[in-house]
């Protein structure tokens, strides 16, 4: 079977931007670096994105473009002797279809506030109403599962397509269109009366929130956003590296990945501190208050219908946004479709059409048990009290199998019983761009896991000690 190719170096970066931009550059990042200092969050998780995400992105990219295969089947292309590697292949292949079990229904959410927002829903609603509008819609599991659907259905389908004229061309229009959206909708928010005290609220370095949080707790939460903000370690990145031509060193490629990346997550903030400031904050709400309404899907499904609902031209700046944040999740339900299907025809041989048919609606299927934690089984607490189904297959993805896939790529690539460092660094480098440099190697061997390492540990004991 003959590898299908993306058909430009744009199309690369921007699928693979759309992998790594996904929803908790919204409702996370603005509100953790508030939290956090501001600029001096910023400046600390700008400095772990260039020594830890992108190196690992590079590794990522360079071992399917080396390989030419997917997640399944790279280590068997790379290391054929050795077979101990290949269960991460496997592992991969798990934490993406994790991944979608609760991300189709996140992006469902998203698709039904866009629906609410162009038809009206919230005009005339008081704040508790507006509020009551997102518990009523976790309480109805038979339109989550429909949105679900709607979102499997049309995921499968964009990639039943040659890759080209599917996920490449609609990931390129999505893209574009995101980028735009937040353009307008941050320069908008410039214009509001209280923008000022929002961004002095967002990125004024604050040297008294970090003796509050304390220094080092600001640091491990901007390792963890520049970590968790690329969606490494599970074979997301690898796929799209097998997809591509060798014209381009991956650095390079890398580096542009994660500028976009912080672009939309930075700029995100721009748009949602003014506007909760001018419509919300009165000027005399807490620190304390402010982050609780401004984190988390509260922020995105209560806190911000709330302000469209007061602002000027409301509904039409409300529809934009939720506009954007579909387009943002559903570039990542594209991109990881895609990486699920190619494990599947690898493992399978089947065709592309009939991959899809059976992904789709096994991922229907799978999707359910997220829908009804929200509902039929919100009596079960799998990490605690409070918590959701939703957050057990979070906790999987995001604390175990990216840092520890991300562990393996690191020792896979710059050890000498993985494939080696020096091979690594041929297939990084071929092509115009940035380079790896061999001085690094020292770096990636010894320090690079270490960093990985702590944060595999504190996300795999932090939902149990706080």
């Known amino acids: 079977m003959e590898r299908e190719r993306l058909g430009s170096r744009l199309g690369f970066i921007l699928i693979s931007a759309g992998c790594a931009i996904g929803i908790g550059n919204v409702w996370k990042f603005p509100t953790v670096a508030a939290q956090n200092g501001g600029g001096i969050f910023v400046l600390i998780y700008l400095v772990f994105l260039a020594i830890m995400g992108i190196p690992i992105m590079t590794m990522e990219f360079s071992v399917g473009r080396a390989s030419q295969a997917s997640p399944v089947r790279m280590y068997q292309k790379l290391k054929?002797?050795?077979?101990?590697?290949?269960?991460?292949?496997?592992?991969?292949l798990v934490g993406n279809i994790i991944l979608m079990m609760f991300y189709t229904s996140v992006t469902g959410w998203m698709l039904q506030y866009f629906v609410y927002m162009l038809t009206g829903k919230f005009e005339g609603m008081n704040t508790v109403e507006v509020n009551a509008v997102y518990d009523n819609m976790l309480s109805s599991p038979w339109i989550l599962i429909l949105f679900v659907a709607i979102v499997c259905v049309l995921g499968f389908l964009v990639c039943s397509f040659n890759m080209q004229k599917?996920?490449?061309?609609?990931?390129?229009?999505?893209?574009?269109?995101?980028?735009?959206?937040?353009?307008?909708?941050?320069?908008?928010?410039?214009?509001?009366p209280k923008a000022g005290e929002g961004l002095k609220f967002y990125l004024l370095p604050s040297i008294e929130n970090?003796?509050?949080?304390?220094?080092?707790?600001?640091?491990?939460?901007?390792?963890?956003?520049?970590?968790?903000?690329?969606?490494?370690g599970i074979g997301s990145m690898a796929i799209f590296g097998s997809f591509i031509g060798k014209d381009r060193s991956l650095l390079g490629e890398s580096v542009n990945i994660a500028c976009l990346d912080t672009f939309v997550a930075i700029t995100s903030g721009l748009i949602i501190f003014p506007a909760f400031f001018t419509y919300m904050g009165d000027g005399v709400l807490p620190t304390e208050q402010i982050l609780a309404q401004t984190a988390g899907p509260g922020l995105i499904f209560k806190t911000l219908p709330n302000v469209f609902i007061n602002m000027h031209g409301g509904r039409i700046w409300?529809?934009?946004?939720?506009?954007?944040?579909?387009?943002?999740?559903?570039?990542?339900?594209?991109?990881?479709?895609?990486?699920?299907?190619?494990?599947?025809?690898?493992?399978?041989?089947?065709?592309?059409?009939?991959?899809?048919?059976?992904?789709?609606?096994?991922?229907?299927?799978?999707?359910i048990p997220c829908v009804l934690g929200f509902n039929v089984l919100s009596g079960f607490h799998p990490l605690g009290a409070g918590s959701v189904v939703l957050d057990l297959e979070d906790y999987i993805v995001s604390n175990i199998l990216l840092p520890l896939g991300s562990?393996?790529?690191?020792?896979?690539?710059?050890?000498?019983?993985?494939?080696?460092?020096?091979?690594?660094?041929?297939?990084?480098?071929?092509?115009?761009?940035?380079?790896?440099?061999?001085?690094?190697?020292?770096?990636?061997?010894?320090?690079?896991?270490?960093?990985?390492?702590?944060?595999?540990?504190?996300?795999?004991?932090?939902?149990?000690?706080?």
């Open 80 to 92: 054929p002797e050795d077979k101990k590697w290949r269960a991460h292949g496997y592992a991969s």
């Open 318 to 367: 409300g529809t934009l946004f939720f506009l954007f944040m579909s387009f943002a999740a559903f570039s990542t339900i594209l991109a990881v479709f895609q990486n699920i299907m190619s494990c599947v025809q690898e493992l399978t041989g089947w065709s592309k059409r009939k991959t899809c048919l059976i992904c789709g609606v096994g991922m229907l299927i799978l999707s």
């Open 166 to 192: 599917g996920l490449e061309k609609v990931t390129k229009i999505m893209m574009v269109a995101l980028l735009a959206l937040i353009i307008v909708l941050a320069i908008h928010s410039f214009t509001l």
């Open 210 to 232: 970090v003796k509050r949080v304390g220094f080092l707790n600001v640091v491990v939460a901007a390792m963890n956003q520049a970590f968790f903000t690329l969606s490494l």
């Open 407 to 466: 562990l393996v790529f690191v020792l896979f690539c710059t050890n000498k019983f993985g494939w080696g460092f020096d091979n690594f660094m041929e297939e990084a480098n071929l092509g115009k761009g940035l380079k790896i440099k061999k001085w690094m190697k020292y770096y990636m061997r010894y320090v690079l896991p270490v960093i990985v390492g702590v944060l595999f540990v504190y996300g795999a004991i932090s939902p149990f000690i706080k």
